[in-house]
């Protein structure tokens, strides 16, 4: 039982320090990357392009979650104030 608890624990230390290791190892990714003189680069049209259509799917799919959620809250608050005996919404067309 108690081999079990000591092989558990050790088990925790060995991935909290890979865990350790590899936070360290982003860092200093991170800090070694933009840390750089000027960078000569070209972006061509098709990057550009990529960039516009991604932040426009990003603000469509944004837009689809919150109307999404919009609707349940819209819901909920509806029926927490409506009228006592009408409990049911009416159906989607």
Sequence with gaps: MIY???AREAN???SMNQTSKLI???LALV???S????AYAYLDPGTGSIIVQSIIGSVAA???IASIYWRKVFDFVR???GKSGD???PERK
Excluded at 35 to 38: A, M, N
């Design 4 to 6: 079990r608890i000591v």
């Design 12 to 14: 925790n230390l060995i």
């Design 87 to 89: 409990q049911t919404t």
């Design 31 to 33: 800090g070694a990357l």
């Design 62 to 64: 944004t837009v689809g």
């Design 35 to 38: 840390i750089s003189d000027t």
């Design 79 to 81: 029926r927490l104030f």
């Design 24 to 26: 360290s190892f982003a």
